[in-house]
Each structure stands twice: as C-alpha cells, then as structure tokens.
C-alpha cells in the first residue's frame, strides 16, 4: 500500500483484492449499481457512512434523505469527504464526486435536493459503508 500526499494509492490488482466485485466496479470503474439494490436505501439509524474503498467518513445519517431514486441520497457532505469533476457520459454535463482520499467513484451530485443545501449526493450504496453510533 503506497501513499501518495496524504492519499491511498493502490495498484489495479490491489483494489481488485480488497474490494469485492461489484465494489470494484462502481469505485475503480465509474459504474453503477441498480436503483433500490442497496439495503442502505432503508437505514434510517444514527451513525456514519464511510468510503467502502479506503474507510474515510463521507457522511452522518442527519444528512441522509430519501429522495425516492433508488440510491441512499445525501443533502451535504463532511468537510474535505470528496472531490468533483465534470462528467459527459450521457451527453447532459453532470457532477461527479470521488472520495477525496481513495479517488473511489461515490456518484453524482444534482441541484434538486432538499434544504438546507439544495443539492442532492446520488450515492452507490455499494460505495458505502454505514457504522451505526454505537459502532462509529
């Protein structure tokens, strides 16, 4: 496991060996998974949602809405969790973020949340791992 500034930087082969497959598709590859697939669309306990990648804390259940969508959905974001770029895929310009400490592809962020910010953080459930607050 090498760091880079502060960063996790792993080979191809490594993160192939730490994450499970469908982890390592949507984290590594950009994918997604199917809407309502996540059992995190349904938790609702107090706690944190770290980075399945690399274990950073990304957000707190007080900012976790249901946005109907089929992926756990979020209004804000802990401090330094991400970064952002622009994303064409599907011709449309989006926003995508990445955990800012593993580079993991999380989702994409939308200006159609609920206050107080607005926006609404479209998460990969399966980018996610929730630790209850007893656990956290």
């Excluded at 730490?18 to 949507?26: D, F, M, P």
């Excluded at 690399?54 to 249901?66: N, P, W």
Aim: aromatic share 10%; with cysteine; hydrophobic share 30%.
């Amino acid at each position: 496991m090498a760091e880079q500034s502060d960063k996790l930087v792993l080979s191809d082969d490594e993160w192939r060996k730490r994450l499970e497959s469908e982890q390592y598709a949507v984290l590594r590859q950009h994918g997604t998974e199917r809407p309502f697939s996540s059992t995190l669309n349904d938790e609702k306990r107090s706690g944190t949602y770290h980075c399945a990648g690399c274990g950073q804390k990304l957000f707190t259940a007080d900012m976790k809405f249901d946005s109907g969508t089929g992926w756990p959905s979020f209004h804000s974001t802990l401090d330094g969790a991400f970064e952002t770029k622009r994303d064409f895929k599907l011709l449309l310009p989006r926003t995508e973020y990445h955990c800012a400490n593993c580079g993991g592809h999380h989702g994409h962020v939308f200006n159609d949340g609920p206050a107080p910010s607005g926006l609404r953080y479209c998460n990969n459930g399966v980018a996610l791992v929730f630790l209850p607050e007893d656990d956290a």
